[in-house]
């Protein structure tokens, strides 16, 4: 397994598992970022509870995920989210499009966002030198990813869940006493009005400062709702569908799981989490309305840019405006260390996340034959790519004038999302489909998303004092709208073209959509020709024999082109090239030799065996070999041509280290090239007490424990829509 990405699904003893209550924190974690807190809470102060509904309506998206995603994910034996469309679908296309695409929503959308709504937060908050404490979080955050990779991610989220939870339960219970409870937030928000409403002969729309009638209802009007109903019931469900079963951020944690029980688990216990922030997040945002009006309610452009630096209202400020005001020095601290947590949770996860795509769906592609070494150097150093990509983000969005670049950037995710979440989820639930239709609907559904994005880009917003100069054909409809609209067309186009192409035969579907999904037949992979066909053939040395069929280790790889200085003696120093005069071994010595290297963790073959014992890489001796099959570049003969020279790497690698330095020891410890034992969320073998608390979730009481559970949840979801309808 490569270290930082999380491994396919398969047993409990081969990967590393999160349990349920680790994952569920973990999936909450990642999901509430700094951005989150401020935009609940913001959106509250500005139009009432319905927001809350972007956090209530993730439930039922959370049972889908734990009941019919995850189980085709994990039937599919796949790690990534374009793995599974190239396993679906077939060929390259496909899988590369999303991969970048996923990769420029993390970089233009996810990462910016939460890094500049942590950095409103820490200037009003703290007055400190924004850039000096975003540099030292984002630093912080790529180092410990680099360094503990995907456990490491995990077991944070877990304490930094607990850390957002106690901070916004108390700004929630000190919110509440100053405003004299949930009657008296009812009967003030209402009247919550800034007293400065007019600037010399400009005087504001009395619509643009009064909150709304309806603030306290989730389902309003068709046509002249801000957040019309129809558009929460089934516009929200769109991009949340996409949030949360399309995403890697996500996905990847449940693909951890050690069982779909625990899977299930996980989501349930995120699902009581998101009930939360309606009344820690959303409801202290409207009380600091009322106690703060004319900050967080300013309406007058000189007033708003000097209380928070915008000219177009400053509702956004509403959070850390409670915290500055309200809480006292001491828990203050515990505030920050909140949204601190929040912001490194989400910044690590996607972190996490984009390298395990690059490195696993693009470097891939372009090196078949990359070894596990080689994929676990290439996403470390793209996490620290990642880093100064986000740190160079961040004047850019600080010096922007207008204020709103924190919205486009909500928009991207807005009006990209639906196509992704069309071919999902007809990939799932429609085997008709096949790769073209995928390709084009996505195209399309895309190609018109960026064209709303863009306009809206170009004319600037509409606010409730300046009209928008954009279209109304392309403007005038309601973002939500728009995404149903979007999505339904996405469809269309992918059934399209699927039905006027051939379909895909079902022994290339079994198990991969769900009416296969019990499917016992063996299924014939659609890339497996099509693998063969690019897998290209390493360079021999001067004096050594081609290798007739192609095998990890044997050739030069990219890091040969890097480190120019010193050549020969990294490449020899990381496994990466065959010492001068090597013979390739043969018979009975080979077999020996790799039986021992093999069993490098037993006790006891005697010198020999001891000395391969001693060196950690020959622990890892038949690592390559799991990903190289699972590539097709390999048959039997190759594998155990593989074995022989893992086992000759761990007898060179075991001299060399002898003699080597200091620096050099650091670099193959932060390479990842020295594999050393990490931290893991559960032991390689699984242990009789891990197997035991395991199988509790697998039994008939706790299945129907896991089944109540999710009842209650949804329960109490019907219950909160219907008192705030």
Same mark, same amino acid.
């Given at each position: 397994?490569?270290?930082?990405?999380?491994?396919?699904?398969?047993?409990? &003893?081969?990967?590393?598992?999160?349990?349920?209550?680790?994952? &569920?924190?973990?999936?909450?974690?990642?999901?509430?970022?700094?951005?989150?807190?401020? /935009?609940?809470?913001?959106?509250?102060?500005?139009?009432?509870?319905?927001?809350?509904?972007?956090?209530?309506?993730?439930?039922?998206?959370?049972?889908?995920?734990?009941?019919?995603?995850?189980?085709?994910?994990?039937?599919?034996?796949?790690?990534?989210?374009?793995?599974?469309?190239?396993?679906?679908?077939?060929?390259?296309?496909?899988? +590369?499009?999303?991969?970048?695409?996923?990769?420029?929503?993390?970089?233009?959308?996810?990462?910016?966002?939460?890094?500049?709504?942590?950095?409103?937060?820490?200037?009003?908050?703290?007055?400190?030198?924004?850039?000096?404490? +975003?540099?030292?979080?984002?630093?912080?955050?790529?180092?410990?990813?680099?360094?503990?990779?995907?456990?490491?991610?995990?077991?944070?989220?877990?304490?930094?869940?607990?850390?957002?939870?106690?901070?916004?339960?108390?700004?929630?219970?000190?919110?509440?006493?100053?405003?004299? &409870?949930?009657?008296?937030?009812?009967?003030?928000?209402?009247?919550?009005?800034?007293?400065?409403?007019?600037?010399?002969?400009?005087?504001?729309?009395?619509?643009?400062?009064?909150?709304?009638?309806?603030?306290?209802?989730?389902?309003?009007?068709?046509?002249?709702?801000?957040?019309?109903?129809?558009?929460?019931?089934?516009?929200?469900?769109?991009?949340?569908?996409?949030?949360?079963?399309?995403?890697?951020?996500?996905?990847?944690?449940?693909?951890?799981?050690?069982?779909?029980?625990?899977?299930?688990?996980?989501?349930?216990?995120?699902?009581?989490?998101?009930?939360?922030?309606?009344?820690?997040?959303? #409801?202290?945002?409207?009380?600091?309305?009322?106690?703060?009006?004319?900050?967080?309610?300013?309406?007058?452009?000189?007033?708003?840019? !000097?209380?928070?630096?915008?000219?177009?209202?400053?509702?956004?400020?509403?959070?850390?405006?409670?915290?500055?005001?309200?809480?006292?020095?001491?828990?203050?601290?515990?505030?920050?260390?909140?949204?601190?947590?929040?912001?490194?949770?989400?910044?690590?996860?996607?972190?996490?996340?984009?390298?395990?795509?690059?490195?696993?769906?693009?470097?891939?592609?372009?090196?078949?034959?990359?070894?596990?070494?080689?994929? #676990?150097?290439?996403?470390?150093?793209?996490?620290?790519?990642?880093?100064?990509?986000?740190?160079?983000?961040?004047?850019?969005?600080?010096?922007?004038?207008?204020?709103?670049?924190?919205?486009?950037?909500?928009?991207?995710?807005?009006?990209?999302?639906?196509?992704?979440?069309?071919?999902?989820?007809?990939?799932?639930?429609?085997?008709?489909?096949?790769?073209?239709?995928?390709?084009?609907?996505?195209?399309?559904?895309?190609?018109?998303?960026?064209?709303?994005?863009?306009?809206?880009?170009?004319?600037?917003?509409?606010?409730?004092?300046?009209?928008?100069?954009?279209?109304?054909?392309?403007?005038?409809?309601?973002?939500?709208?728009?995404?149903?609209?979007?999505?339904?067309?996405?469809?269309?186009?992918?059934?399209?073209?699927?039905?006027?192409?051939?379909?895909?035969?079902?022994?290339?579907?079994?198990?991969?959509?769900?009416?296969?999904?019990?499917?016992?037949?063996?299924?014939?992979?659609?890339?497996?020709?099509?693998?063969?066909?690019?897998?290209?053939?390493?360079?021999?040395?001067?004096?050594?024999?081609?290798?007739?069929?192609?095998?990890? /280790?044997?050739?030069?790889?990219?890091?040969?082109?890097?480190?120019?200085?010193?050549?020969?003696?990294?490449?020899?120093?990381?496994?990466?090239?065959?010492?001068?005069?090597?013979?390739?071994?043969?018979?009975?010595?080979?077999?020996?030799?790799?039986?021992?290297?093999?069993?490098?963790?037993?006790?006891?073959?005697?010198?020999?065996?001891?000395?391969?014992?001693?060196?950690?890489?020959?622990?890892?001796?038949?690592?390559?070999?799991?990903?190289?099959?699972?590539?097709?570049? #390999?048959?039997?003969?190759?594998?155990?041509?593989?074995?022989?020279?893992?086992?000759?790497?761990?007898?060179?690698?075991?001299?060399?280290?002898?003699?080597?330095?200091?620096?050099?020891?650091?670099?193959?410890?932060?390479?990842?090239?020295?594999?050393?034992?990490?931290?893991?969320?559960?032991?390689?073998?699984?242990?009789?007490?891990?197997?035991?608390?395991?199988?509790?979730?697998?039994?008939?009481?706790?299945?129907?424990?896991? !089944?109540?559970?999710?009842?209650?949840?949804?329960?109490?979801?019907?219950? /909160?829509?219907?008192?705030?309808?």
């Amino acid at each position: 397994m490569i270290d930082g990405i999380a491994p396919p699904f398969e047993h409990p &003893g081969q990967a590393a598992h999160s349990e349920g209550v680790q994952m &569920g924190a973990s999936l909450y974690a990642s999901n509430v970022g700094s951005s989150n807190l401020l /935009g609940l809470a913001g959106v509250g102060a500005s139009s009432g509870i319905a927001v809350g509904a972007f956090e209530w309506n993730t439930l039922f998206l959370l049972w889908v995920l734990g009941w019919i995603f995850v189980p085709i994910y994990i039937k599919a034996e796949v790690v990534t989210m374009p793995e599974y469309l190239r396993k679906r679908f077939g060929g390259y296309r496909i899988q +590369i499009f999303l991969s970048l695409l996923t990769l420029f929503l993390y970089i233009f959308s996810s990462i910016s966002v939460d890094i500049f709504s942590g950095a409103v937060f820490m200037k009003l908050v703290m007055g400190l030198d924004v850039y000096l404490i +975003i540099l030292i979080l984002v630093t912080v955050s790529g180092m410990y990813t680099i360094t503990g990779g995907f456990a490491a991610v995990v077991y944070t989220d877990t304490l930094q869940t607990i850390v957002m939870l106690l901070g916004s339960i108390v700004l929630m219970v000190f919110a509440f006493k100053e405003v004299g &409870g949930y009657q008296e937030l009812r009967e003030n928000y209402l009247h919550a009005i800034p007293s400065i409403v007019s600037e010399g002969n400009w005087t504001a729309k009395p619509e643009c400062y009064t909150p709304r009638p309806d603030s306290f209802h989730i389902f309003r009007d068709p046509i002249s709702g801000d957040l019309p109903w129809p558009g929460i019931i089934f516009g929200l469900s769109i991009i949340s569908l996409y949030s949360w079963c399309t995403n890697q951020v996500i996905v990847q944690r449940c693909l951890a799981g050690k069982s779909v029980a625990h899977v299930k688990a996980a989501c349930i216990l995120c699902g009581y989490l998101k009930l939360l922030p309606m009344f820690s997040v959303v #409801m202290p945002g409207m009380i600091s309305r009322i106690l703060f009006p004319d900050k967080v309610a300013c309406v007058v452009p000189s007033e708003c840019l !000097k209380h928070c630096g915008t000219r177009t209202g400053c509702s956004h400020i509403a959070y850390p405006v409670l915290v500055e005001e309200l809480i006292p020095i001491g828990l203050r601290g515990l505030m920050v260390s909140s949204l601190w947590a929040s912001l490194m949770s989400s910044l690590t996860s996607i972190f996490n996340s984009a390298s395990t795509v690059f490195t696993l769906d693009i470097y891939t592609w372009i090196r078949p034959v990359a070894t596990e070494k080689e994929l #676990m150097v290439t996403g470390r150093f793209f996490i620290i790519l990642l880093l100064a990509v986000s740190i160079a983000w961040v004047p850019v969005g600080l010096t922007s004038q207008s204020g709103q670049l924190f919205e486009y950037m909500q928009a991207v995710t807005i009006y990209l999302a639906p196509p992704i979440a069309a071919v999902f989820l007809l990939a799932i639930f429609c085997k008709r489909v096949n790769e073209q239709g995928a390709f084009w609907g996505l195209a399309s559904g895309l190609l018109i998303g960026v064209s709303r994005m863009v306009a809206e880009f170009v004319y600037g917003p509409q606010s409730c004092e300046k009209s928008s100069r954009c279209p109304a054909l392309i403007c005038g409809v309601h973002f939500l709208y728009f995404d149903i609209i979007l999505f339904a067309l996405s469809l269309l186009i992918i059934l399209g073209v699927s039905l006027a192409t051939d379909p895909i035969p079902d022994k290339h579907l079994h198990r991969l959509c769900w009416s296969l999904r019990n499917s016992q037949e063996e299924r014939v992979d659609l890339d497996v020709e099509m693998q063969g066909k690019r897998v290209f053939k390493p360079r021999t040395q001067p004096g050594e024999e081609e290798a007739p069929e192609p095998w990890v /280790g044997g050739g030069g790889h990219f890091l040969s082109a890097v480190f120019t200085s010193s050549e020969t003696r990294f490449q020899v120093d990381c496994g990466l090239l065959r010492a001068s005069g090597e013979k390739s071994r043969s018979g009975t010595a080979a077999r020996a030799t790799g039986s021992s290297c093999s069993q490098g963790a037993g006790a006891g073959h005697g010198a020999a065996q001891a000395k391969h014992i001693a060196h950690p890489l020959c622990r890892q001796a038949n690592l390559g070999t799991s990903r190289t099959a699972e590539l097709g570049l #390999m048959g039997p003969q190759s594998m155990a041509k593989l074995q022989s020279v893992s086992v000759h790497q761990c007898d060179l690698e075991h001299v060399l280290k002898q003699g080597q330095s200091c620096l050099w020891k650091a670099w193959h410890l932060f390479c990842g090239l020295e594999l050393q034992p990490g931290p893991r969320l559960a032991p390689q073998q699984p242990t009789p007490e891990r197997t035991e608390q395991g199988d509790k979730l697998e039994t008939p009481l706790g299945r129907k424990l896991v !089944k109540a559970s999710g009842l209650l949840l949804m329960a109490l979801l019907f219950l /909160g829509h219907i008192y705030y309808f």
